[in-house]
């Protein structure tokens, strides 16, 4: 089955600084790519995701970008606030028609927002 | 309008008791997915259902579990004599058919003595 490795476990920045957090994926299969924050004690929520068709998205301060080749995809947040602190996860899926199957998480990233 | 909606949103069971989790996807979702979340880590996928039809349950630990969703809407979570290691939140997440965003609800947070 799928595997998903996500890094850094922690990362720390200041405001304003951009932070990325890296993951990758084992099944080549896979091409639905989401991107999740959940804040302490809430439910995750998509923040950006990303299809194996493409190789970047862009949505204001977020993007994502993907290697097909080397399988893995990013998440760069730029201009961070402190409302940006949360843990991130990443997450890989088959499209196998009817549009994602279950998601395989990484075990999430601790983002931290320093004033 | 209303998002995914689990109840209990918080469950105490002493080990060896059977526990119920019910999740009200919404409306319009076709799709609804099982999800386990232990402390500091990320979801892990349980099962998915289509309609009424359990696609994949792959991810179920072990015959303990059980999943339900009778009439294509409502689903259940059952967990027949709870162990310490199934102490987790479990999140119930929904999507319309033949689109790729999955809403979560809040969870239930099972917490096994």
């Known amino acids: 089955g799928e595997n998903v490795e996500q890094h850094p476990s922690t990362l720390s920045v200041q405001e304003g600084d951009s932070a990325v957090i890296k993951c990758t994926y084992s099944?080549?299969?896979?091409?639905?790519f989401p991107w999740y924050k959940q804040e302490l004690g809430k439910r995750p929520q998509l923040i950006i995701d990303?299809?194996?068709?493409?190789g970047e998205k862009k949505d204001q301060r977020i993007a994502v970008t993907l290697n097909k080749t080397a399988k893995h995809f990013s998440l760069h947040i730029t201009e961070t606030q402190p409302e940006d602190s949360a843990v991130y996860f990443c997450?890989?899926?088959?499209?196998?028609?009817?549009?994602?199957?279950?998601?395989?998480f990484g075990k999430g990233t601790h983002l931290i927002i320093q004033p | 309008g209303a998002g995914v909606s689990q109840s209990p949103r918080y469950k105490v069971a002493k080990r060896g008791q059977d526990v119920a989790l019910r999740c009200d996807p919404i409306?319009?979702?076709?799709?609804l997915f099982w999800y386990q979340q232990a402390l500091g880590q990320g979801p892990e996928f349980l099962t998915y259902?289509?309609?009424?039809?359990?696609?994949?349950k792959s991810g179920l630990p072990s015959d303990r579990f059980f999943a339900e969703r009778p009439e294509g809407s409502v689903s259940t979570l059952k967990i027949q004599r709870t162990q310490q290691e199934d102490s987790a939140v479990y999140l119930c997440?929904?999507?319309?058919?033949?689109?790729?965003?999955?809403?979560f609800g809040p969870g239930t947070r099972l917490t096994v003595t």
């Open positions: 409306s319009g979702h076709v799709s």
């Open positions: 099944d080549s299969a896979s091409n639905y």
């Open positions: 990303i299809r194996s068709n493409v």
């Open positions: 997450a890989a899926a088959v499209d196998s028609g009817g549009g994602a199957d279950g998601l395989t």
């Open positions: 259902f289509q309609n009424e039809a359990q696609l994949d």
């Open positions: 997440a929904s999507k319309l058919a033949g689109f790729y965003e999955q809403y």
